[in-house]
């Protein structure tokens, strides 16, 4: 447990979206080892040999997060949360000649919609003392021009970024702080299949992205909202 009490998530209730994912399962870590109890949304059922369940998490089965039944059964129950998390999304690469409509409310649903959803229900949440939340964009989004390939993505990222930055003045004045971060490509076994010949030494880990996450969601954030953070690693 951190001896930083301004990081101390003790007794207090954090939401994370994607949490039985590498960057969403590393700031669960983060969080149970930080004192926070957890709730993470399982789009299916939860597989007890690949996500064994835990001490002070709880797991909402059956959760489609772009779908506003899903998203109200992930915060019922969580009335008084200090912090939402969302992590939660998906990814597409194809050039635009080659996305039809399904495949761009796809990336939209999977990246700008659930998010949306989330936040509100955050907010709904949330007690009179405000909260933390705290989006995933992306790096492409904020540099458009490396998005070449992959538009969709791009689009739906970068929509999660005018979000966090428009919904952080809506509630300036309810002590809640909305802020994301923009990683680049993250060093999982996924992309590292994806991608063998990248020099994976450039990437950020998601321990490494969970720390500057979590910061942002704790108590120790005082001040900073409306912000879309680069967590790029070397890269």
């Known amino acids: 447990m951190t001896t930083d009490t301004a990081q101390d998530f003790n007794g207090r209730l954090v939401i994370v979206t994607g949490g039985t994912g590498a960057l969403g399962e590393a700031v669960v870590n983060l969080l149970l080892a930080r004192g926070a109890q957890c709730r993470v949304p399982v789009h299916g059922t ?3 040999a690949r996500q064994p369940t835990r001490e002070r998490v ?4 059956h959760c489609d997060l772009s779908d506003e039944a899903g998203v109200a ?3 019922d129950g969580a009335a008084g949360a200090w912090a939402s ?3 939660a999304g998906g990814f ?3 050039p635009a000649e080659d996305i039809d409509r399904p495949a761009l409310m796809r990336m939209l649903d999977m990246n700008f919609v659930s998010c949306h959803l989330c936040c509100r229900g955050a907010l709904r949440a949330f007690g009179e003392t405000g909260g933390r939340i705290v989006n ?3 790096r492409p989004a904020l540099e458009p021009r490396a998005g070449a390939g992959m538009t969709a993505y791009v689009a739906s990222k970068a929509a999660v970024a005018a979000l966090t930055q428009a919904l952080a003045a809506e509630v300036a004045g309810r002590g809640v702080l909305v802020n994301a971060v923009a990683p680049s490509t993250i060093d999982t076994p996924a992309n590292r299949l994806a991608m063998p010949k990248a020099n994976h030494a450039l990437w950020p880990t998601p321990a490494e992205i969970a720390e ?3 910061f942002l969601a704790s108590p120790g ?3 900073t909202s409306g912000a879309i953070v680069p967590v790029y690693g070397k890269a």
């Open 46 to 48: 939860l597989d007890p």
């Open 221 to 223: 954030n005082r001040v």
């Open 58 to 61: 709880t797991y909402v089965e």
């Open 212 to 214: 500057t996450i979590v």
């Open 85 to 87: 998390i969302h992590v």
């Open 136 to 138: 995933v964009s992306a």
């Open 92 to 94: 597409e690469m194809a």
């Open 73 to 75: 059964r992930l915060y």
